[in-house]
């Protein structure tokens, strides 16, 4: 499969616990993207790559949320001290010049 | 996303009646996509509109995108339990900076 991916795609987890997820995109996608989904609502956009370089952070991205992509490849987004407001999924996508691919997308469930 | 404007937010037809989801913004859409979401999953890709006046179809879902490239808009035809879910337009803004969500519209289709 040479789609984007990400892992674990479902992850329960207790308040105060830190959690972070991966995103592999496709090969030689410069661009990657995070977006957080809750139930009843669009994607909001977290944050953008191009190459390992961290262009742009929402205002969502509180402090307890860390995102990285060390090498220009894979990237991976860690929540600290988890909340139930956490709760929702976490959607990487990546792309290449003018067209954007998502991945399946990892669950959070905050208990 | 205020950048996208989705209508309606839902929508209950009976099966076999056409239906039409709209997507409006105030900036040029460099591309606009639009995706199919089933409770609890990934996003499915539908179709890709980039071009002013643009038209495409698949099956019994047509999207176009008007000439000036501000709007676009998704009709499904004779519609089936099966065309139930969330609809997301999905948009580059920026050529690439940053990719915008609608909030989406939820579909019910009664038999």
């Known amino acids: 499969d040479t789609g984007v991916s990400q892992n674990p795609r479902h992850k329960i987890t207790k308040r105060g616990q830190n959690v972070t997820f991966r995103c592999d995109p496709i090969?030689?996608?410069?661009?990657l993207y995070w977006y957080r989904q809750t139930l009843g609502q669009g994607p909001e956009f977290l944050t953008y790559f191009q190459n390992e370089a961290q262009l742009e952070k929402s205002r969502l991205l509180s402090d307890r949320f860390s995102a990285e992509r060390p090498k220009g490849s894979f990237s991976t987004l860690e929540i600290q001290r988890t909340e139930q407001g956490d709760s929702a999924m976490y959607l990487c996508a990546s792309s290449f010049e003018n067209t954007i691919y998502f991945g399946e997308g990892s669950w959070l469930t905050v208990v | 996303s205020q950048e996208l404007e989705q209508s309606p937010q839902s929508l209950i037809v009976q099966e076999g009646k056409n239906l039409t989801i709209n997507c409006t913004s105030s900036?040029?859409?460099?591309?606009l996509y639009w995706y199919k979401q089933k409770y609890g999953e990934g996003l499915i890709f539908l179709m890709m509109l980039q071009k002013g006046g643009e038209e495409k179809s698949h099956e019994k879902i047509t999207a176009k995108l008007d000439e000036k490239k501000q709007q676009s808009s998704l009709h499904i035809t004779a519609s089936q339990p099966s065309h139930a879910g969330i609809y997301l337009c999905g948009a580059d803004l920026n050529n690439f900076n940053k990719f915008y969500f609608g909030s989406g519209t939820k579909l019910n289709v009664k038999p």
């Open positions: 090969s030689e996608h410069n661009r």
């Open positions: 900036k040029t859409l460099y591309g």
